[in-house]
């Protein structure tokens, strides 16, 4: 007989039909002369009800059954007797895979958020962390469906880079070990080998590579690891993320928003349709407020502020902020918070900000002093979208890059682009952690990356 998955018995409107599935044990509870074993496959939040009498075969061994434990069930669907499920499933064979022994860390009790990073590997099993990381799948297939939709192409930017993107200098440095290292066996190895023949390093963002993709296919986008060695141990930050970057041609600021607020619409709008099981642990346990908030965020229009009148309305608000800001000042968490939370209770398009805390490749404004930038900020998390148009123009993109001690010869390509067939472009990158962050309402960015990499932190 087939196997088929909890999600799809679940699914079931015929009472009869008989299944045959694998899963995990929850819990067992026993009677005199059956049991009620709980299962869960990940294939979904619920589990199935199973009720394994005595008249079947090993009873005996079923009644060891443990939390944890490994099992494959051939039986018939019945209406529930209990209250809570619909449905439930009459065993005729149970067949026992494995017994988890009792050591095992996920028994029936709630876990802190700190106790479960501890152990990465099992947290999945549990529900929260198991509904996380579904709603990260579902939602990685929807951010290639609205690209797809509109014409876009998924490009596949390198990881190993030459450049720094974002001129932080937060990169880590790529080294193969010594050819007379003592290496691995033992004694300390040497890792001073540049195999490129100079320094490279893990991509900071992929944004380089999709313009130069822009510039030949129209609109593109790319989805991937990024890195970044910021020592900056908040729980919005992460040493390895997730970065969607849509690039387009033939695009300023303006249309560039239009996309990005729509992108965001879109991904939440498409978890509430296709997660709503999921989503409503979320809105139960971890954020009372979180289906407003989605709501809020997949219909309402988005704020467009310049920099300029953000620095006001934060300086006039009367709030004794950490950080003081002031124009040539980047905003702060707590400034992009009270912007979206408290002033204007919805997302906030902040653009033209100063130029001196901006990259270079940010398009310079008629007032020479702003550069064509935006970030999107949401409430909870603040900055979700970085982006900009990016600056087409040879002589202004030179003269930015010497004011900012950039080689031209190491960017010989990226220049190349603007001396043929040069046109204005735009994209923006989109921390997905942080929508993941966004649509669950978790708000610590561990939780919602598989094994996450932070500052001296790597156990799996
Ligand atoms: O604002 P950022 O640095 O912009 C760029 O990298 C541009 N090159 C993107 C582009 O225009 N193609 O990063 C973009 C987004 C941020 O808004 C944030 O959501 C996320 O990436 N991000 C991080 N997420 C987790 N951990 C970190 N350390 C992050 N740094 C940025
Ligand atoms: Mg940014």
Same mark, same amino acid.
């Given at each position: 007989?087939?196997?088929?998955?909890?999600?799809?018995?679940?699914?079931?409107?015929?009472?009869?039909?008989?299944?045959?599935?694998?899963?995990?044990?929850?819990?067992?509870?026993?009677?005199?002369?059956?049991?009620?074993?709980?299962?869960?496959?990940?294939?979904?939040?619920?589990?199935?009800?199973?009720?394994?009498?005595?008249?079947?075969?090993?009873?005996?061994?079923?009644?060891?059954?443990?939390?944890?434990?490994?099992?494959?069930?051939?039986?018939?669907?019945?209406?529930?007797?209990?209250?809570?499920?619909?449905?439930?499933?009459?065993?005729?064979?149970?067949?026992?895979?494995?017994?988890?022994?009792?050591?095992?860390?996920?028994?029936?009790?709630?876990?802190?958020?700190?106790?479960?990073?501890?152990?990465? $590997?099992?947290?999945?099993?549990?529900?929260?962390?198991?509904?996380?990381?579904?709603?990260?799948?579902? #939602?990685?297939?929807?951010? $290639?469906?609205?690209?797809?939709?509109?014409?876009?192409?998924?490009?596949?930017?390198?990881?190993?880079?030459?450049?720094?993107?974002?001129?932080?200098?937060?990169?880590?440095?790529?080294?193969? #070990?010594?050819?007379?290292?003592?290496?691995?066996?033992?004694?300390?190895?040497?890792?001073?080998?540049?195999?490129?023949?100079?320094?490279?390093?893990?991509?900071?963002?992929?944004?380089?590579?999709?313009?130069?993709?822009?510039?030949?296919?129209?609109?593109?986008?790319?989805?991937?690891?990024?890195?970044?060695?910021?020592?900056?141990?908040?729980?919005?930050?992460?040493?390895?993320? *997730?970065?969607?970057?849509?690039?387009?041609?033939?695009?300023?600021?303006?249309?560039?928003?239009?996309?990005?607020?729509?992108?965001?619409?879109?991904?939440?709008?498409?978890?509430?349709?296709?997660?709503?099981?999921?989503?409503? #642990?979320?809105?139960?346990?971890?954020?009372?407020?979180?289906?407003?908030?989605?709501?809020?965020?997949?219909?309402?229009?988005?704020?467009?502020?310049?920099?300029?009148?953000?620095?006001?309305?934060?300086?006039?608000?009367?709030?004794?902020?950490?950080?003081?800001?002031?124009?040539?000042?980047?905003?702060?968490?707590? $400034?992009?918070?009270?912007?979206?939370?408290?002033?204007?209770?919805?997302?906030?398009?902040?653009?033209?900000?100063?130029?001196?805390?901006?990259?270079?490749?940010?398009?310079?404004?008629?007032?020479?002093?702003?550069?064509?930038?935006?970030?999107?900020?949401?409430?909870?998390?603040?900055?979700?979208?970085?982006?900009?148009?990016?600056?087409?123009?040879?002589?202004?993109?030179?003269?930015?890059?010497?004011?900012?001690?950039?080689?031209?010869?190491?960017?010989? *390509?990226?220049?190349?682009?603007?001396?043929?067939?040069?046109?204005? $472009?735009?994209?923006?990158?989109?921390?997905?952690?942080?929508?993941?962050?966004?649509?669950?309402?978790?708000?610590?960015?561990?939780?919602?990356?598989?094994?996450?990499?932070?500052?001296?932190?790597?156990?799996?």
């Amino acid at each position: 007989m087939k196997r088929t998955k909890i999600i799809e018995i679940l699914k079931s409107d015929v009472p009869g039909d008989k299944f045959f599935f694998k899963g995990w044990v929850r819990t067992r509870r026993d009677s005199k002369t059956f049991s009620f074993i709980e299962i869960n496959d990940g294939s979904c939040l619920k589990n199935i009800q199973v009720v394994a009498d005595d008249t079947l075969e090993h009873y005996e061994d079923i009644k060891k059954l443990t939390t944890g434990s490994a099992i494959a069930v051939t039986g018939t669907l019945i209406e529930s007797r209990g209250k809570g499920q619909k449905w439930e499933i009459q065993a005729e064979k149970a067949e026992i895979i494995s017994i988890a022994p009792d050591t095992y860390p996920l028994q029936k009790k709630r876990h802190t958020d700190e106790f479960l990073r501890t152990i990465a $590997h099992l947290r999945p099993r549990t529900n929260k962390y198991g509904a996380a990381f579904r709603i990260r799948s579902e #939602l990685s297939y929807a951010v $290639h469906k609205f690209f797809r939709d509109r014409g876009f192409r998924y490009l596949h930017s390198p990881i190993i880079t030459g450049s720094d993107c974002e001129g932080a200098g937060e990169m880590f440095r790529v080294t193969t #070990l010594a050819p007379d290292s003592p290496s691995k066996k033992d004694g300390k190895p040497d890792y001073a080998q540049d195999f490129f023949g100079k320094e490279t390093n893990l991509t900071v963002s992929g944004q380089l590579s999709a313009e130069m993709f822009a510039l030949s296919l129209g609109d593109v986008y790319t989805f991937g690891p990024t890195f970044r060695a910021e020592n900056s141990n908040t729980r919005r930050h992460a040493a390895e993320f *997730w970065m969607v970057e849509p690039e387009m041609a033939f695009c300023d600021l303006t249309e560039n928003m239009e996309i990005a607020e729509a992108f965001i619409k879109y991904l939440s709008s498409y978890v509430m349709e296709e997660c709503p099981e999921d989503l409503e #642990l979320f809105a139960k346990f971890v954020d009372k407020t979180l289906m407003r908030t989605l709501e809020n965020i997949a219909s309402s229009e988005y704020v467009r502020l310049p920099y300029k009148a953000a620095v006001k309305i934060l300086n006039r608000s009367g709030k004794k902020f950490d950080y003081p800001v002031d124009f040539g000042k980047d905003l702060q968490s707590e $400034h992009e918070r009270h912007l979206t939370e408290k002033h204007f209770k919805k997302p906030v398009i902040v653009y033209d900000y100063p130029k001196d805390i901006k990259p270079f490749y940010m398009r310079v404004n008629d007032d020479g002093e702003t550069v064509a930038a935006m970030d999107v900020l949401v409430p909870g998390v603040g900055e979700i979208i970085g982006g900009s148009q990016r600056e087409e123009r040879l002589d202004v993109l030179k003269s930015r890059m010497n004011e900012m001690g950039l080689s031209q010869e190491n960017y010989w *390509w990226y220049l190349d682009t603007r001396k043929f067939g040069t046109v204005p $472009h735009s994209g923006f990158g989109l921390g997905f952690e942080r929508l993941i962050m966004l649509v669950t309402g978790i708000r610590n960015i561990r939780d919602v990356i598989p094994f996450p990499r932070t500052p001296n932190s790597i156990e799996f």
